[in-house]
């Protein structure tokens, strides 16, 4: 009763069974992540094209404002995951990524080998198009995870 308590990397994060995020949350959750940074950063990316639309105006006011909320929903992300493993869509869809075992993943984990890496290898001429097509249609598999969970080593369960 009187030993030091237990590193806290031994001590496991959650005890209940892990349970996969259902294929049709975790697209809902992708696409609303999605959504909100198109919503947020497209008027910007319209003015750097150059060729301005005649409503140009219109966009000049929104990307002012929405280019740096869409800076700061990155920065939001990238904390949630990394503290939490859910982005504000994984969130409010009771997702979380975790390791197999239920323990918390690593920063590099799960930026560096789930989304950083993914997208290099999909802007890859040829071979980017298959991966971008093979990612998401593994998560037809029995355990429901698709090629980057599997890189990474992480999966996507019910928070």
């Not at 696409?31 to 990316?45: A, I, K, R, S």
């Not at 990524?97 to 290099?120: E, M, N, S």
Request: hydrophobic residues 55%; glycine residues 8%; proline residues 9%.
């Amino acid at each position: 009763p009187y030993a030091a308590p237990a590193p806290a990397a031994e001590i496991p994060v959650d005890l209940a069974p892990l349970v996969p995020g259902s294929r049709a949350m975790r697209l809902g959750a992708v696409v609303v992540d999605n959504l909100m940074m198109t919503v947020l950063l497209l008027p910007g990316y319209l003015l750097l094209l150059g060729e301005l639309p005649a409503w140009q105006h219109v966009l000049v006011p929104y990307a002012w404002i929405g280019t740096p909320l869409g800076a700061a929903l990155i920065v939001v992300n990238i904390v949630l995951l990394v503290r939490d493993g859910q982005t504000l869509a994984k969130r409010w869809f009771g997702l979380r990524v975790v390791r197999p075992d239920g323990a918390r993943c690593g920063a590099a984990r799960l930026l560096g080998l789930r989304y950083v890496i993914p997208t290099i290898i999909s802007v890859i001429p040829c071979v980017g198009h298959l991966f971008s097509l093979i990612d998401p249609l593994m998560i037809f598999g029995d355990d429901r995870r698709c090629l980057h969970d599997r890189m990474a080593d992480t999966i996507v369960v019910q928070a």
